[in-house]
Nanobody, 125 residues
């Protein structure tokens, strides 16, 4: 059974930092491209960041570029999203996603095969 479990969300003041983690089990993590998406209340789920299976290629939404960093630790079967200089508009439920063996980051949600349950990030002004 494939499981993706996010952790690390919470309440933080604007300008602060958080690190989200996504622990993956039940599938080959080292050969999986990974991604992060988010969904704010009343809005559609949107792409945040993605990383290719080897970890050497990343891609970010313009809204988070320079503030967020995606990474994956293959021996630990864990993906991370380091978030800095957080803004109130970053408030959302953040979801991790696992895809197939892709060197390039996967940017569209429909191409991902497995999803986590989400973790809430709230940034206060």
């Amino acid at each position: 059974q494939v499981q993706l479990v996010e952790s690390g969300g919470g309440l933080v003041q604007a300008g602060g930092s958080l690190r989200l983690s996504c622990a993956v089990s039940g599938r080959s993590f080292s050969t999986s491209a990974m991604g992060w998406f988010r969904q704010a209340p009343g809005k559609e789920r949107e792409f945040v960041a993605a990383i290719g299976w080897s970890g050497s290629s990343t891609y970010y939404a313009d809204s988070v570029k320079g503030r967020f960093t995606i990474s994956k630790d293959n021996p630990k079967n864990t993906e991370y999203l380091q978030m800095s200089s957080l803004k109130p508009e970053d408030t959302a439920v953040y979801y991790c996603a696992a895809g197939g063996l892709r060197t390039s980051p996967i940017l569209t949600s429909r191409e991902y095969e497995s999803w986590g349950q989400g973790t809430q990030v709230t940034v206060s002004s």
